[in-house]
């Protein structure tokens, strides 16, 4: 049987359709499914039912996924394990946030084309969820507090942030105190998300109301220093804004709770090498450039 045939089906599996799984391969529909028919025709039973919606798995393709990618996941170690230190192959997929991607985290990604020159290294930027399994990733990096799911994460550095606004917001409507008192102030969000800050060691929620929206944090740190209103934004955003005195940091007796940034990949074993080592190359990359992030002395002594 044809390996490349077996990881195929478990590709096929796992994202629920042949469009996903020939996006995540990196190959033509008409190919993945010409290696789907050689597999049940070898195997004589039926691994895959097609819907309009995709592909399920019958009841002999349930039993059958499992085995094959158990075997698919050997020869994928035994192939590192052979292959010269350090030398990588294939193709590596990766979401990255909009706000934060091209300046932070494309860096990593150039770098780590230059140590593994076989490598094709495919990446997405957009400030939305990707469904990584449907849409054929490797693996994601996330900004923030994750939500619960089934993929698994790894922290590769913190996150802070700070409410902010200009000085000529300021001047005109105040600056809020308390998180009470920001229900009178018009708040520049994502969407309808809640803040939270840190009142001691209690969280304190607040659901501001604004009426200028964005999905993308570097638009609203733009909207708040043309004194727009307040935003709750991370430090790698507004530090320039801060340190040019475009904005100023408000209620500053109430921090947001630090965050987070994070690889999240899709559930199984082992990750892949080629994830495993963008994962270290990026903790690397926020150990030795802090400033970037936006992280200082007082989050050091916010840690301890």
Known sequence: MDMEDLQTFVAVADAGGVSAAARRLGVSKSIVSRRLFRIEAE????????????AALTEAGITFRDHAARA???IDTARETILPTGDLRGRLRVAMPLSFGPTHFAPVL?????????LQ???????????LIAEGFDCA?????????????????PIYGKLVASPDYIRTRGS???????????????GTEAWQFMDGDKIVTV??????????????AAAAAAGLGVAWLPDCITHEYVAAGALVPIMTRYPPPSAGAYVVRPPGQHPARKVRILT??????????????????????REA
């Open 110 to 118: 150039a770098e780590m084309a230059h140590q593994h020159p076989q």
């Open 72 to 74: 698919s996941t050997e």
């Open 43 to 54: 195997l004589g039973v039926q691994l895959l039912a097609r819907t309009t919606r995709g």
């Open 176 to 190: 809020p105190q308390t998180p009470d008192e920001l229900v009178t102030h018009q708040a520049l969000m994502q």
């Open 280 to 301: 270290e190359m990026l903790i690397k990359s926020i150990e030795l450039n802090p400033h970037l992030w936006g992280i200082g002395a007082e989050h050091d002594q």
């Open 121 to 131: 290294i495919h990446t997405s930027y957009s400030d939305r969820f990707v469904d």
């Open 207 to 220: 659901q501001p109301q604004g009426r200028f929206k964005a999905d993308n944090a570097t638009a609203l």
């Open 141 to 157: 990096i996330r900004v923030g507090y994750l939500q619960d799911s089934n993929l698994i994460a790894k922290r590769i550095g």
